[in-house]
């Protein structure tokens, strides 16, 4: 094998454990992690956002650090490559429990919840963007999990998957 093969293998390996460590975010913020909660995703809004019950609330959330392609945005055209982001979040996520965890800020100007969002230990918001469905979009100080996002877009655009591939620069 050679040292290149063997580098992208190390780096893969790694960014893996990442994105599937369950433990990531189960402590409470009284514990010094995140807080985190369970909910229930009751309607995808479209790639990067979603409406959760949590509790007998339901709120706006929007996942923390990327940025799907726009399809329902007041006064904007259906971006390159978001029906195929909504479609995913909205097969993968709607009516489905999930794991909500908080950033270093909980809420966005609009009022909505700001969260990296867990399935089935899946790092949804990595997932989204190691497919090529989304962008990165950091916003400080919810920036914890920059360097991972940064890497896996990095990885999806040199090899021009989803919207890497299909939308003009």
Known sequence: MSRGSLGSLLLLAVVALLIL??????????DGGPAAEEALVSRVVDGDTIEAQIG???????LIGIDTPETVKPESPVECF?????????RLLEGRP???VYGAERRDVYGRLLAYVYI????????LVRRGLARTLPI????R????????EKTAARAGRGLWGACPP
Do not use: K
């Open 21 to 30: 460590r369950p433990w990531d975010g189960e402590l409470s913020a009284g």
């Open 145 to 152: 999990y920059r360097a991972l996002f940064d890497q896996l």
């Open 56 to 62: 007998a609330e339901v709120e706006d959330v929007r």
């Open 82 to 90: 978001g029906p195929q982001a909504s479609g995913f979040t909205h």
């Open 140 to 143: 400080p100080p919810n920036t």
């Open 120 to 127: 089935d230990h899946m790092f949804v918001n990595a997932m």
């Open 98 to 100: 999930v794991r909500l």
